[in-house]
């Protein structure tokens, strides 16, 4: 259990002890503590290089590291794995893979079928739901290197929630998506959230922070802070986590809060 708020107890979904990942020679990410709670929408943000693909696929077990320990849903993560929904940052290459939307979507109930089970009526069912979510259906068919960047998100979306997971990891869903694309991920963020999921993601854009998420993990190299958006995500921190050296020159550019309260990098 953690601390989360107001002295309320939470579940700790994702529980980090002492990481540490170089690649090479290259620190890449230091003395990592963090515990993250239940049930929240979790924003990861932090400058490019930062570290926060890295920290997922630590998460994730996906790379090399010494962590003293790594818990998820508070298990390690062999005895979890099924419960756990990915999607991976956005590259040319997952788009090459020959196969349509729909069965695409439908490889997400693959670890729901027994050995050499093939996919049944009930999955092509739970699929087609996701991928209506998801506002695809109109694609079913379609080759995946003929979707655009949003679409193709979308489809990896609808994968990962096929899962019916408990914990949905996401590495920027919405980089290079449009504003309606947006909209319908950060949808069905909320109505995971209300079925008692949980949702980590990277994310780009700090003026949606407020907005599209409640707890918020900045990193640059370490934990520089962590916990509900309204306590964290304060100019002081961001400036933290985001100052630049440039050739010695601090980078110019600053933060400037709108009339929304918003902050803009400008
Ligand atoms: N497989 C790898 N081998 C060597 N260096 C790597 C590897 N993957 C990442 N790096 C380096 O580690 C650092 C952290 O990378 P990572 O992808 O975790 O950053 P990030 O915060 O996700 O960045 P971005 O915002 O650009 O996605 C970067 O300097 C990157 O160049
Ligand atoms: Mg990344």
């Not at 990481?19 to 932090?46: E, H, M, T, W």
């Not at 909209?183 to 963020?189: A, P, S």
Request: proline fraction near 3%; charge should be neutral.
């Amino acid at each position: 259990m953690i601390v989360f708020g107001e002295g309320m107890m939470k579940k700790e979904v994702v529980g980090i002890r002492n990481l540490n990942v170089s690649y090479g020679k290259k620190r890449v990410l230091s003395n990592v503590d963090l515990s993250i709670p239940d049930n929240v929408r979790c924003a990861i943000i932090g400058p490019n290089g930062a570290g926060k693909s890295t920290l997922i696929k630590a998460i994730l077990d996906l790379i090399e590291h010494d962590a003293a320990s790594v818990k998820v849903l508070g298990k390690p993560l062999d005895e979890v794995r099924s419960r756990i929904a990915y999607v991976a940052q956005r590259s040319n290459a997952n788009r090459d893979f020959p196969t349509t939307v729909f069965d695409t979507v439908l490889m997400g109930r693959y670890q729901h079928l027994g050995l050499f089970k093939r996919p049944g009526r009930r999955d092509r069912e739970i699929a087609l739901e996701a991928i209506r979510e998801m506002r695809m259906e109109a694609c079913l068919d379609r080759h995946i290197s003929q979707l655009s960047g949003g679409q193709l998100q979308r489809v990896f979306i609808a994968r990962a929630l096929c899962q019916d997971a408990d914990l949905y990891i996401l590495d920027e869903p919405l980089a290079g998506v449009d504003e309606n694309t947006e909209t319908i991920i950060m949808d069905t963020f909320i109505d995971l959230q209300k079925k008692g999921k949980t949702i980590i993601a990277v994310h780009h854009d700090l003026s949606t922070i407020r907005h599209y998420f409640d707890y918020l993990v900045i990193l640059n190299e370490e934990i520089k802070s962590h916990g509900p958006v309204e306590e964290v995500f304060t100019r002081e921190q961001v400036d933290k986590a985001f100052k630049m050296e440039i050739d010695g020159r601090e980078d110019r550019k600053e933060w400037v809060a709108r009339e929304d309260n918003r902050l803009v990098y400008v």
